[in-house]
């Protein structure tokens, strides 16, 4: 066997035994129509109801996006659509001083993870997700994601 053989094996199972040792549980993204989150789009999430778990909500944007934070809400609801939870949130995608992004990335595109306060997950079936920053439209969102990782 050549080196180079011997060295892309090695690569392919190190790869493989980081992917299942993930703490991941769930995670899904919807892209947004025009990289632009519109008032009245509803970004959902169907829910595998995971105990011990941390709830990330995750931006992903451009250096199109005019704020330095972004105004959200969230709605958790139970498998009869009734609501059990929702809450107001901020996330900064700009540093306030520098105007740099504080989500990592290259180019012109950054994710912005951040924990979201959800106490027990297991009674939870959806999430959905809702602008709340007074305009109309949110240029430079490309996404939104939902993550649930392993405590």
Same mark, same amino acid.
């Given at each position: ?24 549980? %769930?995670?899904?993204? /919807? ?13 959902? %999430? ?76 297991? /009674? ?23 993550? /649930?990782?392993?405590?």
């Amino acid at each position: 066997m050549t080196r180079f053989s011997f060295g892309l094996c090695l690569v392919i199972t190190l790869s493989l035994l980081q992917a299942c040792s993930s703490d991941r549980v %769930f995670e899904a993204y /919807q892209g947004l129509e025009k990289q632009s989150w519109h008032i009245n789009d509803t970004v959902s %999430f169907e829910l595998n109801p995971q105990e011990n778990t941390i709830a990330l909500i995750a931006v992903k944007y451009n250096t199109d996006y005019a704020y330095r934070n972004l105004y959200f809400k969230y709605f958790l609801s139970d498998s009869s659509g009734n609501t059990l939870e929702s809450q107001l949130l901020n996330i900064r995608l700009f540093d306030s001083k520098e105007g740099k992004p504080t989500g990592k990335g290259f180019g012109s595109t950054f994710t912005r993870m951040d924990t979201l306060p959800i106490e027990s997950q297991g /009674q939870y079936h959806k999430i959905e997700f809702v602008q709340y920053m007074r305009v109309d439209a949110l240029e430079g969102i490309e996404a939104i994601g939902f993550k /649930q990782v392993k405590k």
